[in-house]
């Protein structure tokens, strides 16, 4: 893999082992959207298994009759 690819990768699992404080301390502020999407804040959604049980119990996801 590329150089460049491996950094985003070593930034992927900081983030999810760090806070946002320790991550921007260690890769700078500017990367701090990589600890936002590793940590489901970008797109306003829950992080890791709650992730999936959320869309489970979406409303929408109800109302669809089975």
Sequence with gaps: MSNIGNWVIEM????????????????????????????????NRPAGEDRYAFVAHSKSFEEIPF
């Design 12 to 43: 992927q699992e900081d983030a999810s082992e760090m806070t946002l404080s320790q991550f921007i301390r260690v890769h700078g502020r500017s990367q701090g959207h990589i600890w936002r999407e590793v940590n489901g804040e970008l797109y």
